[in-house]
């Protein structure tokens, strides 16, 4: 399996940006997609959010009502729509699928992992 991420990059604190994971060569109906990110010098924080191929989806506590996560059946990507981005923000943004659907949320363990597209905001 192959998760190849894009978009990302550089804005301004207050702005927005998407993400994009390209799931291949299986359908994300067979995976629950999640999206991690590690901060220079800190431990790698998530996952942030989750999809599930039963359209249920869970958000931490701090990306919620800020970051969306979508999807995309047709293409088999998974889409991170950041808004009100925060200095605090700044890292490298992974997506990752795990192969086994879980019982709770914390349960989920990830197999798969994209290479990471950095974002970075700027005060």
């Known amino acids: 399996v192959q998760l190849v991420e894009s978009g990302g990059g550089l804005v301004q604190a207050g702005g927005s940006l998407r993400l994009s994971c390209a799931v291949s060569?299986?359908?994300?109906?067979?995976?629950?997609i999640g999206w991690f990110r590690q901060a220079p010098g800190k431990e790698r924080e998530g996952p942030l959010c989750?999809?599930?191929?039963?359209?249920?989806?869970y958000y931490a506590d701090s990306v919620k009502g800020r970051f969306t996560i979508s999807t995309d059946y047709t293409t088999n990507t998974i889409y991170l729509q950041m808004n009100n981005l925060n200095v605090e923000d700044t890292a490298v943004y992974y997506c990752?699928?795990?192969?086994?659907?879980?019982?709770?949320?914390?349960?989920?363990?990830?197999?798969?992992w994209g290479q990471g597209r950095q974002v970075t905001v700027s005060s």
């Open positions: 990752a699928a795990a192969r086994q659907i879980a019982a709770t949320w914390s349960d989920y363990r990830f197999d798969y």
């Open positions: 989750i999809a599930v191929n039963d359209g249920s989806t």
């Open positions: 060569p299986y359908t994300f109906l067979d995976y629950a």
